[in-house]
């Protein structure tokens, strides 16, 4: 692996987090020509204090095929900004694969990093923007706040939420921003319709960066082209299309006030998206 004179493609995943961008992943990693690599920012950003951390793969990250490598260049590496960090990890995979998945999203620190890939790579780049209901994002967060063994006393769920709402939408106008400049290497897709059409979606994607889909391997068991070292816990799971569902607890558990101002603040690109008094499944 590595040494390969042929970058491959990347998609970048943007758009705000528990939005669907695991499963997105691994719904894609059904084509053996593309690796998922997860929360590449992330990943980068805590090599040195996640030494035993377990990818994907089985192996922890020193003996992952994937990310190994770059905990022996750390020194060399370590420094450079973070779309530097993943071109190189980029040129590392396109010995064995066409397409590497980044699904370090555009939240917090990662508004200009597709600008700075797309200056870089061209037609070979590709922003698969994300969106899902903001109330189910912002219900999602409150319960990881709640449920989180890191904070003694997690925030009180009326500021996770409001925190939540405004990342919602700055995620989603940084994507809008550069749908608006690069329209032809930009895809929207809704966690609404990955669950509820996966084999829509997934060849929708894949034949914008040049891949056959291969249904007859959807959800199949890993091949080895998954090395996340982050994101929801699902990502070690044997999962079926059964399995698939949406995650509409905010439905029904989503105190109805909380709900009505989610959907005040986050209205006018919740109306763009689809998402109304009652989501709908597509659009």
């Not at 500021?159 to 329209?183: H, K, Q, Y």
């Amino acid at each position: 692996m590595g040494g390969a004179s042929v970058v491959a493609k990347l998609i970048y995943i943007g758009g705000y987090g528990r939005s669907g961008s695991t499963l997105l992943e691994y719904l894609l990693t059904s084509h053996p020509s593309l690796v998922a690599c997860g929360e590449i920012q992330r990943s980068f950003l805590r090599f040195e204090v996640k030494k035993k951390r377990l990818c994907t793969c089985g192996q922890t990250l020193p003996a992952c095929p994937v990310w190994g490598p770059f905990r022996k260049r750390w020194d060399e590496l370590k420094g450079l900004p973070v779309d530097e960090l993943t071109l190189a990890l980029l040129e590392w995979v396109s010995a064995n694969y066409e397409v590497m998945m980044d699904s370090s999203k555009t939240a917090w620190g990662s508004f200009l990093v597709p600008w700075r890939l797309s200056r870089r790579l061209g037609q070979h780049f590709l922003l698969v923007h994300l969106v899902r209901d903001p109330r189910g994002v912002c219900w999602s967060s409150i319960r990881t706040s709640w449920r989180s063994k890191k904070r003694a006393r997690p925030s009180p769920p009326i500021v996770t939420a409001l925190r939540a709402a405004l990342g919602w939408t700055m995620a989603n106008l940084v994507c809008e921003t550069f749908r608006w400049s690069r329209p032809e290497r930009y895809l929207r897709v809704r966690y609404e319709d990955v669950v509820w059409a996966p084999h829509e979606v997934i060849e929708t994607i894949l034949q914008r960066v040049g891949l056959k889909p291969a249904h007859s391997r959807l959800l199949s068991e890993p091949v080895g082209n998954r090395h996340q070292l982050h994101g929801n816990a699902m990502r070690f799971k044997s999962l079926s299309l059964s399995d698939v569902k949406e995650d509409v607890a905010w439905r029904t558990e989503m105190p109805k006030g909380y709900q009505s101002l989610v959907a005040a603040l986050c209205w006018p690109l919740s109306r763009r998206y689809g998402y109304g008094e009652a989501s709908v499944h597509a659009e």
